[in-house]
């Protein structure tokens, strides 16, 4: 069994998980960096390398669950072990709810609800029968907050919220610990490829289009922070005896988020409104 803590991580090609398994390798954890496409891999693998970090790279479809399979019992047949389990990978579906079609919204929960189940469905019984281990979901404050146009995506990372909120039930009974964190605007590709993907998809007769425009080209222009923040987050996190559950993260991520719990729905939309300047 290798003495090293191990950790695997979804959706490493870039982003989060990309500034995550480096991260956790600088600590000295051996990494198990998974991605969909290979093709994707060079970048990771050349940076851990001039870092002399302890890095492999594996393939892994959320979506598929003999990728799972594979690839997680690859890890334990090398390691013996794993410590950690980072649900990271998804993907956002921007645009009106009535301007998506149903089977793009199941698309958008394959990835990023069923592909966490997944994971956690596989994991967890390696955890149990340690009696030890740590969950991490990437989900997002549109996890905790609703966002204008992206219900759909919302729908996705507050479904992972309420799992993981149930999870944490079973889990202590096992000692495995439960975190998610929720990121606001970072600077990972994931706004380019949303827009990206509601220009291709959206119809200029859509009902909506005063508020696609607005946001559309509002999303474009938006200051993103550093993913290594939040990358710095995860570290944190599972270095800590006893993790908190809920990590927000970003510029008005916190605030909102309070906002909601004690303020209401109805305050927090108005001070939502105000904030991003949404027209009605």
Not at 62 to 67: C, I, K, L, P, Y
Not at 220 to 230: A, L
């Amino acid at each position: 069994m290798l003495d090293k803590k191990v950790a695997i991580l979804t959706g490493c090609s870039s982003g989060f998980g990309y500034c995550t398994a480096l991260a956790l390798a600088g600590k000295g954890w051996h990494v198990c960096a998974t991605m969909r496409n290979l093709d994707d891999k060079d970048k990771l693998v050349e940076e851990a390398g001039n870092e002399t970090a302890d890095v492999v790279v594996k393939r892994l479809d959320v979506r598929d669950e003999a990728s799972i399979n594979r690839a997680v019992d690859e890890l334990l047949s090398e390691t013996g072990r794993i410590d950690l389990l980072v649900n990271n990978a998804g993907y956002g579906l921007i645009g009106a709810l009535e301007d998506i079609d149903m089977s793009q919204m199941r698309d958008q929960f394959e990835t990023n609800f069923f592909g966490c189940v997944r994971m956690i469905q596989k994991v967890m019984p390696v955890f149990r029968n340690q009696k030890r281990g740590h969950i991490v979901n990437v989900t997002s404050a549109a996890g905790l907050v609703g966002m204008p146009l992206y219900a759909s995506y919302c729908a996705s990372k507050f479904a992972v919220e309420g799992l993981c909120e149930a999870l944490r039930f079973e889990a202590q009974l096992h000692n495995v610990q439960i975190s998610n964190v929720e990121p606001g605007s970072y600077d990972t590709g994931f706004a380019k490829r949303s827009v990206e993907f509601g220009k291709r998809t959206r119809s200029p007769a859509s009902p909506y289009k005063k508020l696609n425009d607005y946001f559309f080209e509002r999303t474009g222009n938006t200051r993103f922070s550093d993913p290594k923040e939040v990358a710095d987050l995860i570290v944190t996190i599972v270095e800590k005896k006893r993790a908190r559950f809920w990590n927000p993260i970003g510029s008005k991520v916190k605030p909102l988020f309070i906002f909601k719990r004690y303020l209401g729905i109805e305050l927090t939309q108005a001070i939502m409104r105000r904030l991003m300047k949404v027209p009605r």
